[in-house]
């Protein structure tokens, strides 16, 4: 087969072809090996017409697919005799595959994680996301340290994971006004554009199961204007189609600009109006549902049908369908809003009210004025009937709870629409969960209390643990069977083995080979020296204030500090990796300090052989997939109360990396699971800080903490600004003073704590390594719980009530339609 590609599809001989075309025609090979199976699922959904989920999300961070694929269609021994014989190397063609650019940081994984266990547990669930041509960015680091945006151009070389479904194309309407026709209310004068699909295979672990991840990309239909082209007007002549098609350029627009803002309304509108077009389509014209009485038919969709919005951004799915239903299919608003109500669940990923997305009034209006009427009268009806029956005429409760706020301008807030429309609503980590009902959205709990449930994040064991650490699964199935990749929960077997010293010594020499592979890594990529003894500590996550990346490099700076003064540190690798938004200053700043506080230690002779830091630039889910098995301690440090889940704690943990960190997101749950003597706990909690806020002086506490007080002074000294760049040492300087004015996210209110916390860590992990190979098997035997497969389960029982084990059983040459 791979021969086959080499000669068919490549158009080479072996002799002459490069590795990307080796690497393509492996992909191509594999592709073959899933398609009957992709197939077969696909008929067997269309015949078997169960009730099936549709997972709405502006990011899928799937990484690479070649592994994973390999690795879950059971293929790994075939393709490396196979690749043997030819004399390659499948190593060496992973390397050719570039990740996919469609998300950026937690919210993009779970959402792959779980896709992945949809197909795992064969269970029928259709993704739908869209095609970002160039993805968030590439970041790299200029010479003062800073972030610098690139296009990612993942698909510079095609994709051969992808198929183009040109189809199954969607028109997706803009602008224009609202009338009235016989009674009815038109959108007209519209702009439209093609949404059009691409289909990627999401395959289940050891099974004939294979999903759908559909991508949806912006294409113009105007035709190509010819006469303009003729006349010279080149660049009028495909103007309007470059505006179309640049609709799914980028993740995440800049929206610091209105054009940006304008830009990611229609990109998000575009996922939902495409995405529900297809659904209600393919529930309306199910045998089932044609064959039922017109007036059984909505009852039909709102059975068959549920829908997940992956947070806010998918929120326009709401007042999406409920023009669907009224002006399309010609339902009466109450049956439609029955419907709405009845498909749509909604799932929160944020406590911080700048990221729970408010549209204002005026953009709506230009862009799709037809949804913002839509939106008042489900506020107006929602206000006048349970909101009054509940409260009376209360105009403060009408103001609270309405979906349409006032002040200081006027907006919908996207969070509150899913509230009042979705049949349940979720968090995704116990303290979240109950922070959502006692705080963001306290208000709707005598409305709407029943809606609100925990779904606890996870990450798929198949990618994470299996196919990132191979060395290290060996080692468990070695000791407890094969089976822990679908059955987690059976890690708790290795409990048994805390006292087994021979198991221990080999789970610390998989480590030390891990962290030699990982240092020669680094070596190559960016020739820095790092030393494989050292304690390698990582914190990788998107770089935003409230997960402190500045606090883990405040004590970087104390640990160089210690050792100028002649002071012992144990020995250790700091690394920090991850992107800002383009359009977030102060994150960019964080960057910068990081690379130019790098520079200084890393260049310095008395630290050299002790401290080292690294900055991971362009963090990604290959990155990820490198640095797990060589991690010593992993570090979530947010601030108590503001992380919802976090999901990169759960890859380490189960990776056998203690953490240390704060009592937030599912840290609280992990903790409650290791136990205090294998989690490094530090700082206050979420009662504390509210407690504190109310009478916080940083000011004070820095002038009371004389190693702060010395640390700040040198960020503020000059020591570390970039040569040649003095904005970026004023921006520098001012994120001293803002600590000391403002700490909005409390650094200097845990940073006695963190340090103190850090101290413990370094001492315990150099003086005994036994007892430290005991906190690795005790976090890998209570990862059991963090599994996606577990979180969907949970979603299923509660919420989507989808059927499993849907095994495809179709022949395709008899299939019907």
Known sequence: MFNRHIHLSMGKVLPIASKTDFFLALAMTVR????????????????????RGYYLSMEYLMGRTLHNAIGNLGLNK?????????????EALRECERDAGLGNGGLGRLAACLMDSCATMQMPV???????????????????????????????????????????????????????????????????LDAVPYDVPVPGYHNATINTVRLWAAQSNCKFQFDQFQAGNYIEAVLKRNQAESLCRCLYPNDALMRGKELRLKQEYLLV???????????????????????????????QVVIQLNDTHPA?????????????????????????????????????????????????HHVLPRHLEIIYEINQRFLDGPVRKKFGADDHKRRELSIVEEQPERVVNMAKLCVVACFAVNGVAAIHSRLLK???????MPLFESKFTNKTNGVTPRRWLLHANPDLSDLISKHIGTEWPTHLDQLEKLNEFVEDEALLRELLAIKRRAKKSFAAFIRGKWGIDIHHGHLFDFQVKRIHEYKRQLLNLLHVIHLYLTIKDGGFVAKRVVFIGGKAAPGYARAKTIIQLINNVARVINADPDTNDV?????????DVTLTEKLLPAADLCQQISTAGKEASGTSNMKFQLNGVPIVGTIDGANVEILDRVGEDAFFRFGHTVEELQELRHSYNPAQLVEEQPTLRRVLRLIESGTFHPPGDEAGGQAFEDLARDLRERDEYFLVADFESYCATQARVAQLHGADPLKWARLMLRNIACGGFFSSDRTIRDYNKDIWHLPTNIVPRVRLEQATF
């Open 32 to 51: 073959d090996s899933l398609m009957e199976s992709w197939l077969k699922t696909s008929v067997t959904y269309a015949e078997v017409d169960p009730r």
């Open 78 to 90: 075939e393709i490396q005799e196979a690749l043997h014989q030819l004399g390659l190397r499948m």
């Open 126 to 192: 259709t993704g739908y996301g869209l095609r970002y041509e160039y993805g968030i960015f590439q970041q790299e680091i200029n010479e003062h340290g800073a972030q610098v945006e690139l296009p990612d151009d993942w698909l510079a070389k095609g994709n051969p994971w992808e198929i183009h479904r040109p189809d199954f194309l969607q028109q997706v309407q803009f602008y224009g006004r609202v009338e009235v026709h016989g009674g009815r209310r038109v959108w007209v004068d519209t702009q439209t």
């Open 273 to 303: 109006s495409a995405s529900l077009q297809v659904t209600l389509f393919l529930a309306t014209k199910a045998p089932h549902a044609s064959a039922s009485a017109s007036s059984g038919h909505s009852l039909y969709v709102a059975s």
């Open 316 to 364: 326009l799915a709401v007042p999406e369908l409920m023009r669907l239903l009224l002006d399309t299919e010609d339902m009466p608003w109450d049956q439609a809003w029955a419907i709405t109500q009845k498909c749509c669940a909604y799932t929160n990923h944020t406590l911080l009210p700048e990221a729970l997305e408010r549209w204002s009034v005026e953009l709506l």
């Open 438 to 444: 006692s705080d963001t959205f306290a208000a709707y």
């Open 611 to 619: 401290l080292k830091l690294v900055f991971l630039r362009n963090y």
